[in-house]
């Protein structure tokens, strides 16, 4: 058995990051596939009381440990290997604010947009999806600026800021039906750094499960 154990899937940016994390520190880690679109398998009692009360993926399970929130768990194998981890007070600091940000605002609207264009039954509301919309524009703006004047976010080298914030910047252009780095013209050198780090994959070829009905 690998040292960790991922639960995840192909269509995840949330478990992108993980994933991401664990091939760019060279972890020995394999993925355990969840029937999230099929099965519904995270709203089921079992996953709940068993995998993560909070019925999310990912989740990242190390020896007894069993973690869940991307942001928690990068943190973990950060403060455990040295990689990627911020130095110091204020970088922690730092870190944790871009994280944030990220996981309410960046990836947490460009998330469900995609699900509601891609896998949800009806697809999104138009008016939702007009307002998820608005809020991308306006936090991909904000990113936009603090990468036009640092190379990673919080400086001169990738911390776990970044591979946060990487979580769905990744999938085709056709899922969002708008081009994050056509847009934003720092975005994609950035993403271009990240792409260069030894160990990086696309969440397509990192996760199991694509494309859907596969795993
Ligand atoms: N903030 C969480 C978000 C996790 C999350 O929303 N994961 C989605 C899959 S992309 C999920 O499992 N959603 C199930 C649900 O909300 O019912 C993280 O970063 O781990």
Redesign the pocket.
């Given at each position: 058995m690998a040292e960790y154990q991922l639960y995840c899937?192909a269509?995840?940016?949330?478990?992108y990051?993980?994933a991401l994390m664990l091939n760019l520190i060279g972890a020995d880690w394999e993925p355990i596939w969840v029937d999230?679109f099929a099965d519904g398998a995270?709203?089921k009692p079992d996953y709940r009381d068993n995998v993560n009360e909070?019925?999310?993926?990912?989740v990242l399970v190390h020896g007894k440990k069993k973690l869940?929130?991307?942001?928690?768990?990068l943190t973990y194998l950060s403060d455990l290997t040295g990689k990627f981890k911020p130095q110091g007070e204020d970088e922690r600091l730092e870190a944790l604010r871009w994280i944030i940000f990220d996981?309410q605002k960046v990836?947490?609207f460009l998330?469900p947009y995609r699900?509601l264009r891609n896998f949800a039954k009806p697809a999104g509301d138009p008016a939702v999806m007009a307002f998820l919309k608005g809020r991308i524009d306006a936090s991909l703006a904000i990113v936009n600026k603090r990468l036009a004047t640092h190379a990673y976010l919080l400086g001169d080298r990738p911390t776990i800021a970044d591979i946060?914030m990487t979580?769905y910047f990744y999938y085709p252009a056709e899922e969002f039906g708008f081009d994050i780095v056509e847009d934003h013209p720092a975005i994609g050198p950035w993403l271009d750094r990240m792409k260069a780090l030894p160990g990086w994959k696309h969440p397509y070829e990192l996760m199991p499960g694509y494309p859907l009905g596969t795993h």
């Amino acid at each position: 058995m690998a040292e960790y154990q991922l639960y995840c899937i192909a269509q995840s940016g949330n478990a992108y990051r993980v994933a991401l994390m664990l091939n760019l520190i060279g972890a020995d880690w394999e993925p355990i596939w969840v029937d999230f679109f099929a099965d519904g398998a995270t709203r089921k009692p079992d996953y709940r009381d068993n995998v993560n009360e909070m019925g999310e993926v990912p989740v990242l399970v190390h020896g007894k440990k069993k973690l869940s929130q991307s942001g928690v768990i990068l943190t973990y194998l950060s403060d455990l290997t040295g990689k990627f981890k911020p130095q110091g007070e204020d970088e922690r600091l730092e870190a944790l604010r871009w994280i944030i940000f990220d996981n309410q605002k960046v990836n947490g609207f460009l998330g469900p947009y995609r699900f509601l264009r891609n896998f949800a039954k009806p697809a999104g509301d138009p008016a939702v999806m007009a307002f998820l919309k608005g809020r991308i524009d306006a936090s991909l703006a904000i990113v936009n600026k603090r990468l036009a004047t640092h190379a990673y976010l919080l400086g001169d080298r990738p911390t776990i800021a970044d591979i946060s914030m990487t979580g769905y910047f990744y999938y085709p252009a056709e899922e969002f039906g708008f081009d994050i780095v056509e847009d934003h013209p720092a975005i994609g050198p950035w993403l271009d750094r990240m792409k260069a780090l030894p160990g990086w994959k696309h969440p397509y070829e990192l996760m199991p499960g694509y494309p859907l009905g596969t795993h």
